[in-house]
């Protein structure tokens, strides 16, 4: 059950991954928690991944992909894992599979631009707890204050709408073209490629995961 996971920030990847984790036994696995954990266990590959985002630098494919392989190696991957973030452009894509990492599935979480502004765009938070809600589908009952505290909820840098399309953007320059690798793959016989709708409820999508995967 080796997954990898696509769509726009904010198209529910993530609650998804969280269903899928509970229910087959296998880790997510993101770039940024694998950097995170391999830089504070100090492996070599942590080290040079290190020096250069010390410098600033971006991390090459090659390393990415050889920290990638690192953690699939790992006993808690034995059953499978769930790749998020990664690849998230062609020869990051190329690496992986001259890497020799099967893929068996590629999830498509499709949800217009639009509706991923306003999902973002309306989220609340109160900094102190990280209570969140949601001024359309989960608000709260003063609106600006937060239910338990009646404290100011602010709205997070990453959830305004300039900064929302600055990532959607960046989404469909560099991971789009994902989409037609992983089609192509499908059709060649080399993966499954699943779009799903992510506009539906939480509970239909897993619903919809649950058939395809189980």
Request: a negative charge.
């Amino acid at each position: 059950m080796k997954i990898i996971l696509l769509g726009a920030p904010g198209a529910g990847k993530g609650t998804q991954a969280q269903f899928m984790m509970n229910k087959f036994g296998i880790p997510q696995i993101s770039t940024g928690d694998m950097f995170r954990a391999a830089i504070k266990e100090g492996t070599e590959l942590g080290k040079q991944a290190k020096a250069l985002m010390d410098e600033g630098k971006l991390v090459p494919d090659e390393l990415t992909v050889a920290l990638v392989k690192d953690r699939i190696a790992q006993p808690d991957c034995a059953k499978g894992f769930l790749l998020d973030g990664f690849p998230r452009t062609i020869p990051q894509a190329d690496a992986l599979k001259e890497a020799g990492v099967k893929i068996d599935f590629v999830l498509e979480f499709d949800v217009a631009d639009e509706v991923i502004v306003e999902r973002m765009s309306g989220r609340r938070v109160h900094q102190p707890s990280g209570r969140t809600y949601h001024i359309i589908y989960n608000p709260p009952k003063v609106e600006g204050k937060d239910d338990v505290t009646g404290e100011d909820l602010i709205i997070r840098q990453d959830d305004k709408p300039e900064t929302v399309l600055d990532r959607l953007a960046i989404y469909h320059k560099q991971t789009k073209p994902l989409i037609a690798y992983y089609t192509a793959e499908a059709e060649a016989g080399n993966t499954q490629y699943h779009r799903l709708d992510g506009t539906q409820p939480v509970e239909t999508v897993s619903a919809e995961l649950n058939k395809l995967l189980g």
